[in-house]
């Protein structure tokens, strides 16, 4: 399977690359999870065809239509994420599992209704929502570690020496840091890494190779919302989007003679690479949705592709012990900034739901459910950059397109009220696979299955939600990339879970 994915790929899984501007970060970036208030989360992310909530402003703004009333509100949560890999052999245990907790703001907002009539043949009231929602969160932490005696991470460094003596004001960052500390030499006329294991060029038998990639970060999607309710039957809306991208990412590499012999001339390397991306789009939301009656309605939405102006930022540093060689050492340097343009899919979505019990009798227990479907072509993100290579540009959003598809998502969700003011919620969600079916994406199925629940409380003027979701999934990380097939390292296998709790809290006006 790796001779056939390393001619593809090239350096584009290449983590420590100066550009960084990659395949992988364009489905980060469009590949988006659970998000909305705590009610929605609770009922697995439905909303498109429901309504009355502040969500429907990112997913369906004709549903702030059915507000009646005022609202603002604001939201907290706390996520804390598990992930596990497998890798190389010999491991660690400490070096497969990653852990980290955040907390974060996912929404605050407000709504303004303006009341005009009542009828049945007339626009009855307008809804205006400002406000924000997180629609990804990149709290993450991947670890992973092992013994090899065929790959190193310093290879790519070694390739973009090998062609000719290396010139340190080009390649990447970690090639100039390894060149200077004679990490770096040249062996009867060839370029060698003194961490790559004797078998292919080094000094070692073996190594071990461990690192720890930790992310933070996510997508805060602002919105001008317009709703409009026309006889209690329909409502269409559009929204304004401006969601922001903050994402930073330090990945940390060592690598250690597992032979301990002091007289080899390698010892460790501990390097570090910090990025920096920051995006700023534009987008709209165009919906509807239709009451058929007090029970049944039924919408649908569609996202236009949302325009994003990005930049990225990086720098590292490299401590090395070479023993009898140049001994120990450590530098750091940064790359050169860069700007470009990013465009991600468009989202089409539907929903309906269904409402049961004595809707006329405000004791009576009472309640829906719901059900949403959403679809996403991964494939169709593009990369524009300015002042590059076309052929470059072209390369990557043909790797894009081959290496990514279409994706169906479904969300269901249901909700209990009783006592008056009291309500019980669960729901599913299924994000699709946005991998093709094929071994250049390591076969992984990296599809996620979202489980939530939640209580609210609602009177006339304050509400309360509490919900708890636990999302699962599989994915791959790729470290590096070499473009020698017997030098290609394993893509790290990685098993995902986040807990997420979150509270929303409401006032009416």
Do not use: C
């Not at 470009?340 to 004595?358: D, E, I, Q, V, W």
């Not at 059900?371 to 959003?397: M, P």
């Amino acid at each position: 399977m790796i001779k056939s994915i390393y001619p593809l790929l090239g350096g584009l899984f290449l983590s420590v690359s100066a550009m960084a501007q990659s395949a992988e970060q364009a489905l980060l970036f469009t590949n988006q999870q659970p998000s909305g208030t705590a009610r929605t989360q609770a009922l697995g992310g439905v909303s498109v065809g429901l309504g009355g909530d502040f969500s429907s402003a990112f997913t369906n703004p004709a549903g702030i239509g059915i507000f009646k009333t005022g609202e603002f509100l604001i939201s907290g949560s706390v996520a804390t994420t598990k992930t596990s890999s497998s890798y190389l052999p010999m491991v660690d245990p400490r070096d497969v599992k990653g852990d980290k907790s955040n907390f974060q703001v996912p929404n605050i907002g407000v709504v303004f209704v303006t009341n005009t009539n009542s009828g049945s043949h007339t626009w009855n009231n307008f809804s205006f929502a400002l406000g924000m929602n997180r629609t990804a969160n990149f709290s993450n932490q991947v670890r992973i570690g092992g013994v090899t005696d065929y790959t190193s991470f310093s290879e790519p460094w070694r390739e973009e020496s090998a062609p000719s003596s290396y010139n340190p004001d080009y390649g990447s960052i970690g090639t100039a840091l390894a060149y200077n500390q004679a990490l770096l030499v040249q062996d009867n006329g060839k370029w060698i890494s003194l961490a790559m294991p004797t078998g292919k060029g080094g000094v070692m038998e073996s190594i071990y190779q461990r690192a720890q990639i930790d992310t933070k970060g996510g997508i805060n999607d602002y919105v001008f919302s317009f709703g409009s309710n026309y006889g209690d039957k329909l409502y269409l809306g559009v929204s304004l989007n401006l969601p922001n991208i903050v994402y930073k990412e330090t990945v940390a590499v060592s690598e250690d003679d597992n032979t301990g012999n002091p007289n080899n001339d390698f010892e460790y390397f501990d390097y570090n690479q910090y990025t920096n991306v920051n995006g700023l789009g534009i987008s709209g939301t165009l919906g509807i949705l239709y009451k058929f009656n007090d029970r049944f309605r039924l919408g649908g939405s569609f996202r236009l592709p949302t325009v994003y102006s990005m930049s990225i930022n990086t720098s590292a540093d490299l401590t090395s012990n070479t023993e009898g060689w140049k001994g120990k050492q450590s530098s750091s340097g940064a790359g050169e900034d860069y700007s470009y343009n990013m465009t991600a899919p468009l989202r089409l979505n539907a929903g309906a739901s269904y409402f049961f019990g004595n809707l006329q009798d405000p004791d009576a227990v009472t309640g829906f459910i719901a059900a949403d479907y959403e679809y996403v072509n991964h494939s169709s993100s593009k990369y524009r950059f300015e002042n590059t290579d076309k052929g470059y540009e072209g390369n990557i959003n043909n790797t894009i397109g081959f290496l990514y598809r279409a994706a169906s998502n479904f969300k269901a969700g249901a909700e209990v009220k009783f006592a008056r003011i009291f309500a019980a919620r669960g729901g599913f969600a299924y994000y699709g696979n946005p991998y093709s079916n094929d071994s250049y994406n390591m076969g992984v199925d990296a599809s996620r299955k979202t489980y939530s629940g939640g209580l609210g409380l609602r009177t006339r003027g304050i509400y309360v939600d509490l919900t708890y979701s636990y999302t699962q999934g599989k994915d791959y990380y790729q470290l590096y990339s070499t473009s020698d097939a017997n030098t290609y390292p394993p893509a790290a296998l990685l098993d995902y879970k986040r807990s997420n709790i979150m509270a929303t809290v409401g006032f009416k006006f």
